[in-house]
């Protein structure tokens, strides 16, 4: 088991280090920048058909962005969620079908 458990420990960093490297997390800040670019953008637009005035607008701006950050957060989460089951459904497949030969 000892030795099942250093490989699976092993396996498991390496899975988390290849998906954090320095260009994910270069992707992943553009990719922050444009959806809140678009968040604040879309609050512009629809403060200044409201006629909001310029500290209901910022409000709005700020409240937009924030949303926006909330549902990047969560999207993420569940990303981690899913390739986690995913690498430790085929981690422990790999043991079963090692253990059985």
Do not use: H
């Not at 320095?22 to 990719?31: G, I, N, P, R």
């Not at 497949?93 to 030969?101: E, G």
């Amino acid at each position: 088991m000892s030795i099942a458990g250093d490989i699976l420990g092993s396996v498991v960093r390496d899975m988390v280090g290849d998906a954090m490297n320095a260009e994910a997390k270069t992707m992943k800040k553009s990719y922050e920048e444009r959806k809140v670019g678009e968040a604040t953008s879309e609050a512009n637009k629809l403060a200044k058909e409201g006629g909001l005035s310029a500290d209901e607008a910022e409000e709005e701006i700020s409240r937009s962005e924030e949303a926006s950050r909330e549902e990047m957060a969560n999207s993420q989460k569940k990303a981690i969620t899913f390739f986690t089951i995913v690498g430790l459904s085929f981690i422990a497949l790999l043991w079963i079908s090692t253990i059985s030969q």
